[in-house]
């Protein structure tokens, strides 16, 4: 179940990357990642999904480190 859970997490953020996001000015993460001004803005973004993750472990941790290597932020 765990481990369902998890590829749940993974496949929303993953998708997410090419969601428009209007902190981003309607921009995808993908062409934020691309703009130096808004990439800025989505490491921020990225940086606070990371912390505010269920600190007691019962919901899986979204692939921050595999998002950043998906646009180039690594």
């Given at each position: 179940m765990v481990k369902i859970?998890?590829?749940l997490i993974d496949s929303y953020y993953m998708k997410w990357i090419d969601?428009?996001?209007p902190a981003l000015g309607?921009?995808?993460p993908r062409e934020a990642s691309k703009d130096p001004e808004l990439r800025k803005e989505l490491i921020s973004i990225l940086?606070?999904?990371e912390s505010s993750s269920d600190?007691?472990?019962k919901v899986p941790r979204p692939p921050?480190?595999?998002m950043k290597r998906e646009l180039?932020?690594?």
């Open positions: 859970k998890q590829q969601d428009k996001i309607n921009k995808t940086n606070e999904i600190p007691t472990g921050i480190d595999k180039n932020l690594l």
